[in-house]
């Protein structure tokens, strides 16, 4: 069995639960258990249906889904693979806690931190929209697996260690802070059944580093006691989120230069102070985001385990943002309803196609010729997109741009009287 055991997939399954039931968690996961047992194959990174014919799920359960994986195949026969049920109910408070580091008679503007909860609603979605080449997202999650394996196994932290820090660096708008939200995210939902509790705590460094220059590492260090009591709830897993952290610790590096006053210098020795003393606490993950790694102290970065650079979506990841976006107005009724390519299938036409055909206006007679034009379009589209060296962020707002441009469009077109109809060409084409 132990053989067998290791030729098996590990297939992480999740499963939401409404925000109204009031079912055991164990009791959902026994009968999505046997539910999933009942099948032959099952789809890899796919949405499950079919549960709600089981009366006990179907009272409680909004959405089954299984993860994404190293697996190379598409699906999987029940015997290849490990099951690995996590049962959740997303918090829907989108309330944050803030930690305000002021003395009493300060001003209470100073918001040295927020806390949410998780997993929480409002993140719900957010793994899945982000794209990136090289399986990053996986090799973040590994990486925390493989923390959590030598922890449990008890490695003596003398001989090897590690500091529980994950840096992100790379352009703005390339979803570095995204990325470090939906980890926490995913990793409450797939720790939930070791941990009764998960926490993010997000300190901004921009905003708060003016402060914390004048007044010293005291309050790095409050915060950082703040984090800690949080971190005692030995049940809770909390993630702790230090953005734009170049502003924080550039200052040491002034410092040192002599051209800024010594008070830099102890935020900074503060700041890595205690990042070291929480390298000894099993329940916390310190993820960290940085535009400019250069500007890092390089005590900063050497104390990382993983320094991943996050880099501009290149064109099939471009794709994959236009593709998504795009469906997404489609499924709002904003753009009439066409089958958009996935981008394995744009690369066979394009592969197939002649040249010059992505330029030509579909005349809407066949849905599949439709289908195909608009998958081409979307791909030169994507070619451009990386040409101009766009971000995530710039290419997610594509879209209200271009209705903008389309409804100025349209009201010029209706000075005389033919909006509509405008309007219904364009819509009825490829999806321009
Ligand atoms: P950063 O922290 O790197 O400046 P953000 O996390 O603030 O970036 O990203 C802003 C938004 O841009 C994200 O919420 C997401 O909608 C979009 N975005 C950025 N990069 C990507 C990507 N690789 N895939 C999908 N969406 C992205």
Not at 38 to 61: C, H, T, Y
Request: hydrophobic residues 40%.
């Amino acid at each position: 069995t132990t053989e067998l055991q290791r030729l098996r997939w590990p297939v992480h399954v999740e499963v939401r639960l409404k925000s109204r039931s009031t079912s055991r968690f164990e009791t959902i996961r026994t009968h999505v258990q046997a539910w999933i047992t009942s099948f032959d194959r099952i789809n890899l990174s796919s949405s499950l249906d079919g549960w709600e014919d089981v009366p006990e799920l179907a009272a409680s359960v909004e959405r089954i889904v299984t993860s994404e994986s190293a697996c190379p195949s598409q699906s999987l026969s029940v015997d290849e693979m490990a099951l690995q049920i996590h049962v959740y109910q997303p918090c829907e408070s989108d309330a944050f806690e803030e930690f305000s580091n002021s003395t009493n008679e300060d001003d209470d503007e100073t918001m040295a931190a927020t806390v949410r909860e998780l997993p929480n609603r409002s993140w719900e979605g957010l793994w899945d929209s982000l794209i990136y080449e090289d399986n990053i997202k996986l090799k973040l999650l590994d990486y925390i697996h493989a923390t959590l394996v030598f922890s449990d196994a008890e490695v003596d932290f003398n001989l090897v260690s590690w500091n529980r820090v994950v840096l992100l660096h790379g352009p703005p708008g390339t979803g570095k802070t995204s990325l470090c939200r939906a980890l926490a995210q995913k990793l409450s939902i797939r720790l939930s059944q070791r941990y009764s509790h998960a926490r993010l705590l997000e300190i901004n460094s921009h905003s708060l580093f003016s402060k914390w220059f004048s007044e010293s590492g005291k309050l790095v260090q409050r915060l950082f006691s703040s984090i800690s009591e949080l971190a005692d709830e030995e049940d809770a897993f909390l993630v702790v989120l230090i953005d734009e952290v170049e502003s924080l610790t550039a200052a040491r590096a002034s410092a040192m230069a002599g051209t800024e006053p010594s008070d830099g210098l102890r935020v900074v020795n503060a700041l890595l102070t205690q990042l070291d003393k929480l390298k000894h606490r099993k329940n916390v993950l310190v993820m960290s985001t940085s535009n400019l790694v250069k500007a890092i102290d390089s005590a900063f970065v050497d104390r990382a385990d993983i320094v991943q650079y996050v880099d501009l979506p290149p064109r099939e990841a471009v794709y994959e943002i236009l593709r998504t976006s795009l469906c997404e107005i489609i499924n709002r009724g904003i753009v009439s309803s066409t089958n958009v390519p996935s981008l394995q299938e744009a690369l066979i036409y394009e592969r197939t196609a002649p040249a010059h055909s992505s330029t030509m206006i579909s005349n809407g007679s066949d849905a599949h010729e439709k289908s195909k034009l608009l998958g081409l379009r979307l791909l030169t589209l994507a070619t451009q997109c990386k040409a101009q060296k766009m971000s995530g962020r710039a290419l997610r707002r594509l879209p209200v741009l271009a209705l903008a441009r389309y409804i100025g469009a349209g009201s010029i077109i209706s000075s005389d009287n033919t909006e509509i109809k405008g309007r219904t060409k364009v819509n009825g084409s490829t999806g321009s």
